[in-house]
């Protein structure tokens, strides 16, 4: 897509955006001014009716969960848009201005400090999103983390390093299974005549990893789709900067 447009739909979809955001914070409470029950009703009978102590994933995984599915179709949806505004047409040449070299990697300490950083975010990573249901965390959370990743390996060597352990075509299928599980998950109870997205899966002992039956079964779900999310828009955006000249700082 030429340039001119792109700034063109830039600017009438984000001026119409500022206009309905402005609209929407004119009639918001006062800071910390809570007006509904729900959150203090689902707090009391959270832990009995689902066996989660994380009352957040409770609501986001489960109570509302159908709510939660818009929202991860919402950024795949503004990935999808990311990539095709920023996709490379073939025959269509390319300005160098604004575009930056790739730098040679960083000295041997740094990198060497780098792989245990790595490791430790890798880590971390999975423990936020293994214990959404017990702690504050989850798949988003998790998501996040992991796709610091390879962007930590690209500020301590190059893109090429970046595209070798993000290979696109597997982003977008991770991405597209993350979407496509959660959706169907919240289908499967209707094999047993139960309504959209019931919580189906036996609950498990409070506490355990393995308890709050599909909250932690959509968390993870959403925490792949995350994943691939945030690296694919990292992706892009380099493919659209990086011009693939290597230079030394």
């Known amino acids: 897509m030429p340039e001119a447009t792109r700034t063109r739909l830039f600017l009438v979809f984000g001026g119409v955006f500022l206009l309905l955001f402005c609209y929407s914070v004119m009639d918001l409470p006062p800071w910390g001014d809570y007006r509904g029950p729900y959150g203090d009703v689902i707090a009391r009978v959270g832990v009995y009716e689902r066996h989660a102590t994380d009352a957040v994933n409770a609501i986001n995984y489960d109570y509302r ?6 929202e991860e179709f919402i ?31 960083l000295s041997t300490s740094v990198r060497t400090a780098a792989m245990p950083t790595i490791l430790l975010t890798v880590v971390f990573g999975f423990y936020i999103g293994l214990h959404g249901q017990l702690t504050p965390g989850g798949g988003f959370q998790a998501g996040v983390i992991l796709a610091s990743v390879p962007f930590l390996l690209y500020i301590c060597e190059n893109t090429e390093s970046f595209r070798r352990v993000t290979s696109h075509t597997c982003l977008e299928v991770i991405e597209a299974s993350g979407a496509g599980a959660y959706v169907l998950i919240g289908l499967a109870p209707f094999v047993m005549g139960m309504p959209f997205l019931t919580n189906f899966l036996p609950l498990g002992t409070t506490g355990d990893v393995f308890s709050s039956g599909t909250i932690a079964l959509i968390s993870a779900c959403v925490g792949f789709e995350v994943t691939a999310a945030f690296l694919l828009v990292g992706y892009t955006y380099l493919q659209e900067i990086i011009t693939g000249e290597i230079t030394e700082e």
């Open 65 to 70: 969960a159908f709510d939660t599915l818009g």
């Open 75 to 105: 950024l795949f949806t503004a990935v999808l848009g990311v990539m095709m505004l920023l996709r490379r047409e073939e025959g269509t040449a390319t300005r160098d201005a604004g575009k930056v070299k790739d730098a040679m990697r």
